[in-house]
C-alpha cells in the first residue's frame, strides 16, 4: 500500500549508494580482520600471552596509533600489583599513577596472565580477567575487569597511547561492529575518574566531572581549551634565581592519588626544593598536614573542594 503512493520521490540510485551502501561496504571490509591471525601478534601496548618473573614484566604503549615506536606509558609488574606509569624527562623515576594490587602480600607474585574465558558452563557471560598466582603457590586467583554478556574469547588489553587501559573484544557472529571496547579503566562511568588520567587536560588543565574546566594561568583561571599550557622556563642553567609561582587553590595533581607527598616541612622549604630542582614544574602543598608534592609533569590537576590543597605553578619572572 505504502509504494503505490506516487508522490514519494525515489532518490537516485547513487546517492542511495552513497549513504546506504557505501557505508555498509566500508564497514565490511572493516571486518575482515582475521582474528585468529591478530591475536598471534603481540603489538607494542597490548598485552600479550602473560607477564612473568624472568621473562616480559611489562607492556609499553605506543607513541600514537600511527607510530609504533615505544611511547611514556606502560603496565608493569611488580611484587604485588601491577602498577601504570608514566616515564618523564623531568624525573629519573616514573610516575605512579594506577595500581591494583593482587595476592596477599606474603610472597611476590610469579605472573600475572590476561585472560577470558565462560563464566558457567553454559558460557551466557565471559569474564575477562587477570589469572595470577604467587611465588611457589599452586593456587591461580582472578581479578575480573570486564563481564560481556556473548562470546569474548577474542579480547586484547591494551595500555592506550593517551596511558588509558583498556579491553577490545572482536565478536566473529557478526558482519560489522565486531570491534568492541569492553573495558576502559579511566572512564566516566568507571572505577577512576578521566581526571586521573594524566593528560586528560593535554599538559595542563583543571578537571572536574571527567571534563577540563578551567585553565590555570598567572592572571587566574581561564576558560580551558587545547592550548591551555604550563609557562614556558628559561633553560636550567639560569633557572634557579628567576623562579616564581602562581597559585592555585583547592587543586591535586594525579601523583596525589597514592601520596600526600614528603613532609611535613613549611611552605618555603617546600618552594625552596622546587626552585632548586629543575625538573620541579611546579609543587602541590597540603596546609593541614604541611605535605610537599612536587611535580616533574603538571597536566591534569583534580578541582577539590578542600581549599587548603593549594598548586605553585613555577614561572620565569
Ligand atoms: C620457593 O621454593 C623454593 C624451593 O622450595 C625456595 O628455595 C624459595 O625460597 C621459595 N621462594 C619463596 C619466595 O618462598
Ligand atoms: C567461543 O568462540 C570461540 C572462537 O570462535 C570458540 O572456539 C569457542 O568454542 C566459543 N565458546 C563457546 C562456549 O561457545
Ligand atoms: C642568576 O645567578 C647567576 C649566578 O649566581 C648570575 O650569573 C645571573 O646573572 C643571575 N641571573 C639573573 C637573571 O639574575
Ligand atoms: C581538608 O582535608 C583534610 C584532610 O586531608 C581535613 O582534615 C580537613 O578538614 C579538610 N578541610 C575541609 C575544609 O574540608
Not at 295 to 307: C, F, H, I, M, Y
Request: hydrophobic share 35%.
Amino acid at each position: 500500500m505504502l509504494c503505490s503512493s506516487a508522490s514519494v520521490s525515489v532518490p537516485p540510485l547513487s546517492i542511495l549508494f552513497l549513504f546506504l551502501i557505501f557505508p555498509f561496504f566500508l564497514l565490511q571490509v572493516q571486518a575482515t580482520v582475521p582474528p585468529s591471525k591478530t591475536f598471534k601478534y603481540v603489538n607494542q601496548g597490548e598485552f600479550g600471552q602473560e607477564l612473568r618473573l624472568g621473562g616480559p614484566t611489562k607492556v609499553v604503549s605506543r607513541v600514537s596509533s600511527v607510530d609504533g615506536s615505544q611511547g611514556p606509558y606502560s603496565l608493569v609488574l611488580e611484587q604485588n600489583r601491577v602498577a601504570l606509569y608514566l616515564k618523564s624527562n623531568n624525573s629519573p623515576k616514573p610516575l605512579l599513577y594506577y595500581y591494583d594490587e593482587l595476592g596477599s602480600g606474603q610472597d611476590p607474585l610469579a605472573y600475572v596472565k590476561f585472560n577470558s574465558e565462560p563464566e558457567t558452563e553454559e558460557a551466557y557471560a565471559f569474564d575477562l580477567e587477570f589469572d595470577y598466582a604467587m611465588i611457589n603457590s599452586s593456587s591461580v586467583s582472578r581479578r575480573i575487569w570486564a563481564r560481556p554478556k556473548y562470546n569474548a574469547t577474542y579480547s586484547m588489553l591494551r595500555v592506550e597511547s593517551d596511558g588509558n587501559l583498556k579491553i577490545y573484544t572482536y565478536s566473529d557472529k557478526v558482519d560489522w561492529g565486531a570491534w568492541e571496547v569492553t573495558f576502559t579503566l579511566f572512564d566516566r562511568d568507571g572505577s577512576m575518574s578521566e581526571c586521573k588520567l594524566p593528560t586528560r587536560c593535554g599538559s595542563l588543565g583543571v578537571c572536574e566531572d571527567d571534563q577540563c574546566v578551567a585553565c590555570p594561568t598567572p592572571l587566574g583561571l581561564t576558560w580551558w581549551s587545547k592550548n591551555c599550557a604550563p609557562p614556558a622556563l628559561p633553560p636550567c642553567k639560569s633557572r634557579a634565581n628567576v623562579t616564581n609561582y602562581y597559585k592555585i587553590v583547592g587543586v591535586e595533581h594525579f601523583l596525589n592519588e597514592y601520596t600526600e607527598g614528603d613532609g611535613p616541612m613549611k611552605l618555603a622549604e617546600c618552594r625552596d626544593k622546587c626552585n632548586k630542582d629543575c625538573g620541579c614544574l611546579g609543587f602541590f602543598y597540603r596546609e593541614e598536614s604541611s605535605k610537599c608534592l612536587m611535580a616533574p609533569e603538571l597536566g591534569t590537576l583534580t578541582k577539590v573542594s578542600n581549599t587548603s590543597h593549594i598548586a605553585f605553578i613555577k614561572l620565569s619572572k
